[in-house]
């Protein structure tokens, strides 16, 4: 998300961040909670560690996989769409975010024997560059 925010314009000011815009650096505290916790865990909590592990229990892990990725990848293109923005817009954040989906969810089963950690970790890091651009200012 934080790299397609610099990447496609119309998305400027339009991350979950955006509350915390122009706050400066008295949103420190609130913002790493909600990158940190609500978003970047609990998402791969739900993700990673529910969805893909439920459906690849039942379909294998390469279905879960997909399945956990489009489906992450529709929420976080979606919301887009409905805020009117147009649907080629929702359709490549859908893609970009499914795939990087995907793509965590495979380091995870594939790479680290099912661990959540390397997922959480990029997932952090992703939502601190974004955090960090919305406290400088820059979207």
């Known amino acids: 998300i934080a790299?397609?925010?610099l990447l496609i314009p119309a998305l400027s000011g339009?991350?979950?961040?955006?509350?915390?815009?122009?706050?400066?650096?008295?949103?420190?505290?609130?913002?790493l909670l909600?990158?940190?916790y609500q978003t970047a865990f609990l998402e791969e909590c739900f993700f990673r560690g529910f969805?893909?592990?439920r459906v690849g229990a039942r379909f294998g892990i390469t279905t879960g996989n997909i399945v956990q990725?489009?489906?992450?990848?529709?929420?976080?293109?979606?919301?887009?769409?409905?805020?009117?923005h147009t649907l080629l817009l929702g359709v490549m954040l859908t893609?970009?975010?499914?795939?990087?989906?995907?793509?965590?969810g495979w380091l995870n089963e594939r790479l680290a024997?099912?661990?959540l950690w390397p997922s959480y970790l990029v997932?952090?890091?992703a939502n601190l560059f974004g955090t960090v651009l919305v406290l400088v200012g820059i979207v």
């Open 3 to 5: 790299l397609s925010v």
């Open 14 to 31: 339009r991350t979950g961040d955006v509350a915390f815009s122009g706050l400066g650096w008295a949103a420190l505290a609130p913002m």
């Open 34 to 36: 909600k990158t940190i």
């Open 51 to 53: 969805l893909l592990k």
């Open 69 to 84: 990725g489009l489906v992450f990848g529709l929420i976080h293109g979606v919301p887009y769409v409905l805020q009117g």
């Open 95 to 104: 893609v970009f975010t499914g795939s990087l989906g995907y793509c965590m």
């Open 113 to 115: 024997g099912g661990s």
């Open 123 to 125: 997932h952090v890091v």
